[in-house]
């Protein structure tokens, strides 16, 4: 039976949960990634974010006022934007992410997956995060 380590990408993008929503983004973008694993100060994965995370805080709390948009001098919403940029990623990731050890086999991450609509799971060794499994290397192992 085929591991997670099997597939699993090993040099993972990660960004801190003190980074801010500008940085997050930019790292997403940069690397052609949706989302990342989340650190804090001992490497320990913390959350996750994604592009959807980033779009809820500009969606929801942050900016009503797109319903509006057109009645906004630029100005206004230049200051709702810089200030969304500087949330903090530990604000608004998705905390305590299921994690998966890397002797797993990839049925049980895919299960995980299609449970709980994940795209990704950390995957971790001791507790320390080695790599990270997404449906993409899923579908391409199977």
Do not use: C, Q
């Not at 990660?14 to 694993?37: F, Q, V």
């Not at 980033?54 to 009503?64: G, M, W, Y």
């Not at 001098?73 to 990623?89: G, M, Q």
Request: no cysteine; aromatic share 4%; hydrophobic share 45%.
């Amino acid at each position: 039976m085929r591991t997670v380590r099997e597939i699993m990408t090993k040099n993972v993008v990660t960004i801190s949960e003190d980074d801010t929503l500008l940085e997050a983004a930019e790292i997403l973008r940069k690397n052609g990634i949706s989302g990342a694993p989340v650190l804090d100060e001992e490497g320990e994965v913390v959350g996750i974010i994604s592009e959807a995370d980033v779009l809820k805080v500009l969606e929801a709390e942050r900016f009503p006022f797109f319903k509006l948009f057109h009645l906004m001098e630029r100005e206004d919403i230049k200051e709702e934007l810089e200030k969304a940029a500087k949330t903090r990623v530990g604000d608004v990731m998705s905390k305590n992410p299921k994690t998966i050890d890397a002797d797993a086999s990839i049925y049980d991450a895919a299960s995980i997956m299609h449970s709980r609509g994940f795209n990704r799971l950390p995957v971790v060794e001791n507790g320390k995060l080695v790599g990270i499994v997404a449906r993409a290397d899923i579908l391409a192992a199977l």
